[in-house]
Protein backbone atom coordinates (compact mmCIF):
# COMPACT_ATOMS: atom_id res chain seq x y z
CA UNK A 1 0.00 0.00 0.00
CA UNK A 2 0.96 3.32 -1.01
CA UNK A 3 -0.06 4.60 2.47
CA UNK A 4 2.79 2.19 3.94
CA UNK A 5 0.64 0.45 6.52
CA UNK A 6 -0.09 -3.68 6.27
CA UNK A 7 -2.58 -5.36 7.75
CA UNK A 8 -4.92 -2.66 7.98
CA UNK A 9 -8.88 -2.10 7.45
CA UNK A 10 -9.47 0.52 5.43
CA UNK A 11 -13.48 2.26 6.28
CA UNK A 12 -13.89 3.17 2.60
CA UNK A 13 -16.92 5.92 1.77
CA UNK A 14 -18.15 5.29 -1.88
CA UNK A 15 -20.86 7.43 -3.63
CA UNK A 16 -24.72 7.61 -2.49
CA UNK A 17 -25.77 7.95 -6.66
CA UNK A 18 -23.11 10.53 -8.20
CA UNK A 19 -20.63 8.05 -9.41
CA UNK A 20 -17.84 11.07 -9.63
CA UNK A 21 -18.06 11.58 -5.73
CA UNK A 22 -15.65 8.51 -5.27
CA UNK A 23 -12.39 10.31 -4.40
CA UNK A 24 -9.15 9.94 -5.92
CA UNK A 25 -8.26 8.52 -2.22
CA UNK A 26 -10.87 6.21 -1.92
CA UNK A 27 -9.95 4.65 -5.79
CA UNK A 28 -6.52 4.24 -4.90
CA UNK A 29 -6.85 2.45 -2.05
CA UNK A 30 -10.06 -0.23 -3.48
CA UNK A 31 -7.44 -0.46 -6.19
CA UNK A 32 -4.52 -1.65 -3.88
CA UNK A 33 -5.99 -3.62 -1.09
CA UNK A 34 -5.85 -7.05 -1.19
CA UNK A 35 -9.40 -7.76 -0.27
CA UNK A 36 -12.99 -5.54 -0.31
CA UNK A 37 -15.24 -6.70 2.23
CA UNK A 38 -18.86 -5.28 0.49
CA UNK A 39 -21.91 -5.48 1.80
CA UNK A 40 -23.46 -6.52 -1.35
CA UNK A 41 -20.73 -8.49 -4.05
CA UNK A 42 -22.68 -8.14 -6.92
CA UNK A 43 -23.62 -4.12 -6.19
CA UNK A 44 -19.79 -3.56 -5.33
CA UNK A 45 -18.47 -5.17 -8.55
CA UNK A 46 -20.72 -2.83 -10.74
CA UNK A 47 -19.24 0.11 -9.18
CA UNK A 48 -15.44 -1.20 -9.20
CA UNK A 49 -15.92 -2.44 -12.71
CA UNK A 50 -15.89 1.07 -14.41
CA UNK A 51 -12.64 1.85 -12.41
CA UNK A 52 -11.00 -1.14 -13.34
CA UNK A 53 -10.78 -2.66 -10.15
CA UNK A 54 -10.86 -6.75 -9.96
CA UNK A 55 -10.06 -7.45 -6.35
CA UNK A 56 -11.41 -10.64 -4.39
CA UNK A 57 -14.95 -9.34 -2.90
CA UNK A 58 -16.37 -11.35 0.54
CA UNK A 59 -19.64 -10.26 1.42
CA UNK A 60 -20.08 -8.36 5.09
CA UNK A 61 -24.03 -7.65 5.95
CA UNK A 62 -25.69 -7.21 8.57
CA UNK A 63 -26.63 -11.57 8.95
CA UNK A 64 -22.87 -12.56 8.81
CA UNK A 65 -20.80 -9.65 10.18
CA UNK A 66 -20.19 -11.15 13.34
CA UNK A 67 -18.78 -14.70 11.78
CA UNK A 68 -17.01 -12.53 9.55
CA UNK A 69 -14.75 -10.90 12.25
CA UNK A 70 -12.27 -13.71 12.89
CA UNK A 71 -12.22 -13.90 8.68
CA UNK A 72 -10.87 -10.57 8.44
CA UNK A 73 -8.87 -10.68 12.02
CA UNK A 74 -6.62 -13.70 10.35
CA UNK A 75 -6.50 -11.58 6.91
CA UNK A 76 -4.88 -8.64 9.03
CA UNK A 77 -2.90 -10.63 10.43
CA UNK A 78 -1.18 -12.13 7.78
CA UNK A 79 -0.42 -8.57 6.82
CA UNK A 80 -3.44 -8.15 4.08
CA UNK A 81 -4.99 -5.29 3.49
CA UNK A 82 -9.30 -4.81 3.36
CA UNK A 83 -11.41 -2.04 2.52
CA UNK A 84 -14.83 -2.13 4.27
CA UNK A 85 -17.41 -0.56 1.57
CA UNK A 86 -21.11 -0.43 2.22
CA UNK A 87 -23.79 -0.44 -0.75
CA UNK A 88 -23.86 3.71 -0.52
CA UNK A 89 -22.27 6.16 1.31
CA UNK A 90 -20.23 5.70 4.54
CA UNK A 91 -20.02 2.17 6.09
CA UNK A 92 -21.11 1.91 9.82
CA UNK A 93 -23.90 5.32 9.11
CA UNK A 94 -27.36 2.87 9.57
CA UNK A 95 -24.61 0.39 7.54
CA UNK A 96 -23.11 -2.91 8.90
CA UNK A 97 -19.48 -2.62 9.89
CA UNK A 98 -20.43 -1.62 13.74
CA UNK A 99 -19.17 -4.96 15.37
CA UNK A 100 -15.75 -5.86 12.72
CA UNK A 101 -14.61 -2.06 13.69
CA UNK A 102 -15.04 -2.80 17.16
CA UNK A 103 -13.44 -6.29 17.47
CA UNK A 104 -10.39 -5.43 14.68
CA UNK A 105 -9.66 -2.66 16.97
CA UNK A 106 -9.99 -4.16 20.18
CA UNK A 107 -7.38 -6.93 18.82
CA UNK A 108 -4.98 -3.77 18.37
CA UNK A 109 -5.53 -3.94 13.89
CA UNK A 110 -5.06 -0.52 12.53
CA UNK A 111 -8.43 1.06 11.22
CA UNK A 112 -8.17 3.63 8.38
CA UNK A 113 -10.98 5.76 7.59
CA UNK A 114 -11.28 6.66 3.94
CA UNK A 115 -14.14 9.54 3.92
CA UNK A 116 -16.38 10.76 1.28
CA UNK A 117 -20.20 10.75 0.63
CA UNK A 118 -22.76 10.06 3.61
CA UNK A 119 -26.50 10.88 2.94
CA UNK A 120 -26.79 12.70 6.78
CA UNK A 121 -23.86 15.17 5.68
CA UNK A 122 -25.22 15.83 2.39
CA UNK A 123 -28.93 16.50 3.02
CA UNK A 124 -27.91 18.56 6.07
CA UNK A 125 -25.76 20.72 4.31
CA UNK A 126 -28.18 22.05 1.51
CA UNK A 127 -31.81 21.56 4.04
CA UNK A 128 -31.42 24.88 5.74
CA UNK A 129 -32.06 23.72 8.63
CA UNK A 130 -29.93 24.32 11.46
CA UNK A 131 -26.65 22.22 11.82
CA UNK A 132 -24.82 23.15 15.06
CA UNK A 133 -27.03 20.46 16.91
CA UNK A 134 -28.66 17.59 15.03
CA UNK A 135 -29.61 13.99 16.36
CA UNK A 136 -29.26 11.59 14.16
CA UNK A 137 -32.10 8.61 14.82
CA UNK A 138 -31.26 6.24 11.67
CA UNK A 139 -33.98 4.00 9.87
CA UNK A 140 -37.56 4.04 12.01
CA UNK A 141 -39.21 1.00 12.85
CA UNK A 142 -41.21 -0.32 10.11
CA UNK A 143 -44.48 -0.75 12.75
CA UNK A 144 -46.59 1.86 13.68
CA UNK A 145 -46.43 1.79 16.90
CA UNK A 146 -42.80 1.59 17.63
CA UNK A 147 -42.63 4.70 14.62
CA UNK A 148 -44.79 6.78 16.74
CA UNK A 149 -42.83 5.56 20.37
CA UNK A 150 -39.44 6.71 17.90
CA UNK A 151 -40.74 9.99 16.98
CA UNK A 152 -43.22 11.05 20.05
CA UNK A 153 -39.07 10.91 21.92
CA UNK A 154 -37.74 13.21 20.04
CA UNK A 155 -40.65 15.94 19.72
CA UNK A 156 -38.97 18.20 22.32
CA UNK A 157 -35.91 17.85 21.37
CA UNK A 158 -34.24 21.31 20.42
CA UNK A 159 -31.40 19.77 18.04
CA UNK A 160 -32.25 19.12 14.04
CA UNK A 161 -33.88 15.44 13.64
CA UNK A 162 -32.88 12.92 11.21
CA UNK A 163 -34.24 10.09 9.80
CA UNK A 164 -33.82 7.66 6.52
CA UNK A 165 -36.88 6.23 5.31
CA UNK A 166 -37.92 3.60 2.35
CA UNK A 167 -40.35 4.59 -0.15
CA UNK A 168 -42.74 2.47 0.51
CA UNK A 169 -42.92 3.65 4.22
CA UNK A 170 -42.75 7.63 3.44
CA UNK A 171 -46.27 8.21 3.64
CA UNK A 172 -47.33 6.46 6.67
CA UNK A 173 -43.75 8.13 8.34
CA UNK A 174 -44.92 11.66 7.75
CA UNK A 175 -48.85 11.04 8.55
CA UNK A 176 -47.12 10.13 12.22
CA UNK A 177 -45.17 13.34 11.89
CA UNK A 178 -47.93 15.15 11.00
CA UNK A 179 -49.83 14.10 13.99
CA UNK A 180 -46.93 14.20 16.12
CA UNK A 181 -45.45 17.36 14.97
CA UNK A 182 -48.22 19.48 13.85
CA UNK A 183 -46.96 22.53 11.43
CA UNK A 184 -42.78 21.98 12.68
CA UNK A 185 -41.18 22.16 9.18
CA UNK A 186 -39.59 19.56 7.60
CA UNK A 187 -37.01 19.30 4.84
CA UNK A 188 -37.45 16.01 2.80
CA UNK A 189 -34.17 14.53 0.82
CA UNK A 190 -34.81 12.46 -1.90
CA UNK A 191 -32.58 10.63 -4.45
CA UNK A 192 -29.37 13.03 -3.17
CA UNK A 193 -26.67 13.54 -5.79
CA UNK A 194 -28.45 11.69 -8.63
CA UNK A 195 -30.54 13.46 -11.53
CA UNK A 196 -33.96 13.47 -9.78
CA UNK A 197 -32.22 14.90 -6.72
CA UNK A 198 -35.19 16.85 -4.85
CA UNK A 199 -35.46 19.33 -1.81
CA UNK A 200 -39.23 19.48 -0.32
CA UNK A 201 -39.49 21.69 2.35
CA UNK A 202 -42.99 22.70 4.09
CA UNK A 203 -45.02 20.45 7.17
CA UNK A 204 -45.35 16.83 6.72
CA UNK A 205 -49.33 16.97 6.18
CA UNK A 206 -48.43 19.67 2.89
CA UNK A 207 -45.15 17.01 2.01
CA UNK A 208 -48.01 14.01 2.37
CA UNK A 209 -50.42 16.06 -0.39
CA UNK A 210 -47.74 16.36 -2.55
CA UNK A 211 -46.73 12.82 -3.27
CA UNK A 212 -50.32 11.92 -3.47
CA UNK A 213 -50.63 14.81 -6.05
CA UNK A 214 -47.27 13.68 -7.95
CA UNK A 215 -46.41 9.54 -6.98
CA UNK A 216 -42.76 10.07 -8.43
CA UNK A 217 -41.89 12.27 -5.61
CA UNK A 218 -42.57 9.12 -3.34
CA UNK A 219 -40.08 6.62 -5.25
CA UNK A 220 -36.26 6.81 -3.76
CA UNK A 221 -34.62 7.00 -0.57
CA UNK A 222 -35.16 9.37 1.99
CA UNK A 223 -33.50 11.65 4.38
CA UNK A 224 -36.10 13.35 6.98
CA UNK A 225 -35.08 16.64 8.54
CA UNK A 226 -37.29 17.96 11.29
CA UNK A 227 -36.72 21.17 12.52
CA UNK A 228 -36.12 21.05 16.41
CA UNK A 229 -38.51 22.18 18.52
CA UNK A 230 -38.62 25.88 20.13
CA UNK A 231 -36.78 26.77 23.43
CA UNK A 232 -39.36 27.77 26.34
CA UNK A 233 -39.39 30.94 27.24
CA UNK A 234 -37.42 32.34 30.30
CA UNK A 235 -40.41 32.77 32.34
CA UNK A 236 -41.50 29.27 31.80
CA UNK A 237 -38.33 27.73 31.98
CA UNK A 238 -37.73 28.81 35.18
CA UNK A 239 -41.16 28.40 36.99
CA UNK A 240 -40.73 24.29 35.54
CA UNK A 241 -37.08 24.20 36.83
CA UNK A 242 -38.20 25.91 40.32
CA UNK A 243 -41.80 23.50 40.77
CA UNK A 244 -39.13 20.73 40.42
CA UNK A 245 -36.94 22.00 42.49
CA UNK A 246 -40.00 22.59 45.46
CA UNK A 247 -40.97 19.03 44.80
CA UNK A 248 -37.76 17.38 45.19
CA UNK A 249 -37.20 19.20 48.36
CA UNK A 250 -40.56 19.13 49.76
CA UNK A 251 -40.18 15.31 48.86
CA UNK A 252 -37.18 15.20 51.31
CA UNK A 253 -38.79 16.32 53.75
CA UNK A 254 -38.14 20.15 53.63
CA UNK A 255 -40.50 22.60 55.37
CA UNK A 256 -42.22 25.10 52.26
CA UNK A 257 -40.41 28.25 54.06
CA UNK A 258 -37.04 26.83 53.77
CA UNK A 259 -38.14 24.79 50.07
CA UNK A 260 -39.12 28.94 49.06
CA UNK A 261 -36.11 30.73 50.23
CA UNK A 262 -33.76 27.94 48.73
CA UNK A 263 -35.46 28.30 45.59
CA UNK A 264 -35.67 32.37 45.56
CA UNK A 265 -32.47 32.65 46.24
CA UNK A 266 -31.52 30.13 43.09
CA UNK A 267 -33.88 31.38 40.45
CA UNK A 268 -35.07 35.03 41.54
CA UNK A 269 -38.30 36.41 42.35
CA UNK A 270 -40.13 36.71 45.32
CA UNK A 271 -40.29 34.46 48.00
CA UNK A 272 -43.78 34.62 48.76
CA UNK A 273 -44.31 33.55 44.98
CA UNK A 274 -42.62 30.53 45.48
CA UNK A 275 -43.96 29.96 49.29
CA UNK A 276 -47.61 29.63 47.76
CA UNK A 277 -46.49 27.28 44.66
CA UNK A 278 -44.19 25.13 47.35
CA UNK A 279 -47.85 25.33 49.82
CA UNK A 280 -49.89 24.34 46.22
CA UNK A 281 -47.18 21.42 45.64
CA UNK A 282 -47.50 20.31 49.35
CA UNK A 283 -51.55 20.01 49.04
CA UNK A 284 -51.80 18.79 45.98
CA UNK A 285 -52.71 21.36 44.22
CA UNK A 286 -50.41 22.31 42.03
Not at 74 to 91: F, H
Request: with cysteine; aromatic share 6%; hydrophobic share 40%.
Amino acid sequence: MSEGFEGALYVVATPIGNLEDLSPRATRVLGEVDWIAAEDTRHSARLLRPLGIDKPLVSLHEHNEQMRVETLRQALDTGKNVALISDAGTPLISDPGYVVVRELRASGHRVIPVPGACALITALSAAGLATNRFLFEGFLPAKGGPRRQRLMEGREREETLVYYESPHRIQATLQDIAALFGTRRVVLARELTKTFETFLDADAETLGRRMQEDPNQARGEFVIMVAGAAPPDDETHALAEGEAWLAAMLAEGVGVKAAATVVAGRLGGRKKYWYQCAQALKDGDG
